[in-house]
């Protein structure tokens, strides 16, 4: 009797072993499934993550290439505007001595209208004198008319018909 006691708590022990066993195999197999479903997981993150490491050198090669490229154009456009700062202040000296030389040039136009006027003047008077002493002389010239009134010459004066011949050109900056 003791045995068959014994060998019913044997069998018991063994049912609750056999029944935890059995709760062990289907836990260590689904962990098994979760270990293997980690794994892919893991292997999918890694094959991404060198994806991404793989888009990010891109970028930054790229990236660099760009970089590259507008720092050469922003030291063409560097140059370009030192050149154009450069022709400005040779364009601005030029432009002074220009104005001084066309200053001293209209100066000169200036004396040398004066100059032909006050020829032209005493030509005028000398034409004037000889035609008061070609009147005085004969007073009836063109077929018996009178040549000139008294008073006024048969020539007319230059420097009365002339318009302002210079005009003063200035020029501002």
Avoid at 37 to 49: D, G, H, S, V, Y
Avoid at 112 to 140: G, V, Y
Avoid at 145 to 150: M, S
Wanted: proline fraction near 3%; hydrophobic fraction near 40%.
């Amino acid at each position: 009797m003791i045995s068959y006691l014994a060998d019913g708590i044997l069998m018991i022990a063994l049912i609750i072993t056999s029944v935890w066993v059995m709760k062990m195999n289907s836990r260590l197999q689904k962990l098994r499934d979760n270990h293997y479903e980690f794994r892919r997981i893991m292997e999918q993150t890694n094959l991404a993550l060198e994806g991404i490491e793989v888009s990010i050198d891109e970028i930054n090669v790229r990236g660099q290439q760009v970089l590259n490229a507008l720092g050469k154009r922003i030291d063409e456009a560097r140059d370009i505007v030192t050149d154009i700062d450069k022709m400005t202040r040779e364009v601005r000296g030029q432009q002074k001595e220009l104005r001084l030389e066309m200053v001293a040039f209209q100066e000169q136009i200036s004396k040398e209208c004066n100059n032909q006027i006050s020829i032209l003047k005493k030509i005028s008077e000398a034409a004037n004198e000889a035609a008061k002493r070609e009147e005085q002389t004969n007073p009836l010239l063109n077929g018996g008319e009178v040549a000139a009134k008294p008073g006024h010459p048969p020539f007319y004066r230059i420097e009365d018909q002339l318009p302002s011949m210079l005009r003063r050109v200035n020029l501002k900056s």
